[in-house]
Nanobody
């Protein structure tokens, strides 16, 4: 069982930055593929980024086209925490942001592939 808690959301002006955190319980955090999704009102939940630790200081990372180059995903296995650094934020980035944990990398882009979810944190970008 893995419990996930997001933090770091808030209100920011367009062009600004935020860093979201996802704190995980459990001793097997490093083995999970971790992902970030978001859901805006009236929209489906959208994949943003995923990361898998492959040993040492190496990772796989994948990004949705909508955020590649603006958002950076990272993780600190020693702290059981994943991050999402969001730069150059736009009003259309406004959404509830969720972190999730999956057992395999192959499903990293698929909402249905994740086994555990956080409760979400609101990000609002004003114009």
């Amino acid at each position: 069982q893995v419990q996930l808690v997001e933090s770091g959301g808030g209100l920011v002006q367009a062009g600004g930055s935020l860093r979201l955190s996802c704190a995980a319980s459990g001793r097997t955090f490093s083995s999970y593929t971790m992902g970030w999704f978001r859901q805006a009102p009236g929209s489906e939940r959208e994949f943003l980024a995923a990361i898998k630790w492959t040993g040492g200081n190496t990772y796989y990372a994948d990004y949705a086209d909508s955020v590649r180059g603006r958002f950076t995903i990272s993780r600190d296995n020693a702290k059981n925490t994943m991050y999402l650094l969001m730069n150059k934020l736009k009003p259309e980035d406004t959404a509830v942001y969720y972190c999730a944990a999956a057992r395999t990398w192959e499903v990293a882009r698929l909402q249905g592939g994740y086994d555990y979810w956080g409760q979400g944190t609101q990000v609002t970008v004003s114009s």
